[in-house]
Structure formats: C-alpha cells, structure tokens
C-alpha cells in the first residue's frame, strides 16, 4: 500500500511559474507510468506528463516547451515545474503512480491562472 500527496499548487497570473511536487509514501514508486494529470471544470482527467518504464518522458502537446517533469528517487518525488502558465492550465492537478491494472491517485492541487 500507499499514498501520493501533492503539494504546491496556487493562483499565479498568466506567464507565471509553479512547481508541483508528489511524495510518494509506503511501498510504492517507480511503477511502470508515474507522473501528472489534470482535470479542468467540465472537462476529462488528461495526461500533461509522465514518466514511462523508468525512461522516457511523455508532454501533452499543449504543455510541450513550458512544462518539465523530473523525479527523486532518493526522496521518492516526482516533481512538475510549470513555466509561462496560461489560464487554460487552470485545473486541479493529480499524481499518478501505477501499472498492470494497479492505479494510485493523489488528492490533488488546485492550480489557478488568472490576472
């Protein structure tokens, strides 16, 4: 078992930086795909960044060249820097670990762009 808890989301005006940080507590990390995803109002959960099989990362097209996703395997961290946020990236933002059918969410961070 295990939990993923988010951290560092907020209100940031347009062309604004965040940085969101997971902890990965328990027996799990490193599973097959880690990373981010968000859910904007009235929309789906979408992928914004993961890591796949310990390697490569994968970016949603629309956060390609302003979003880096990185990770700690000493403090079991995966951590997302947002750069030059724009009010489409308002959403809450959730951490993911899991493989094979094996699914672990976080709680979740607000994160808000406006002026």
């Known amino acids: 078992q295990g939990q993923l808890v988010e951290s560092g989301g907020g209100v940031v005006q347009p062309g604004g930086s965040l940085r969101l940080v997971c902890r990965h507590s328990?027996?799990?990390?490193?599973?097959?795909?880690m990373g981010w995803y968000r859910q904007a109002p009235g929309k789906q959960r979408e992928m914004v960044a993961t890591f796949t099989g310990g390697g490569p990362k994968n970016y949603a097209d629309s956060v390609k060249g302003r979003f880096t996703i990185s990770r700690d395997n000493t403090e079991k961290t995966v951590s997302q820097h947002m750069n030059s946020l724009k009010p489409g990236d308002k959403a809450v933002y959730y951490c993911y670990e899991g493989e094979s059918g094996v699914d672990y969410w976080g709680r979740g961070t607000q994160v808000t762009v406006a002026s």
């Open positions: 328990g027996s799990i990390f490193n599973m097959y795909v």
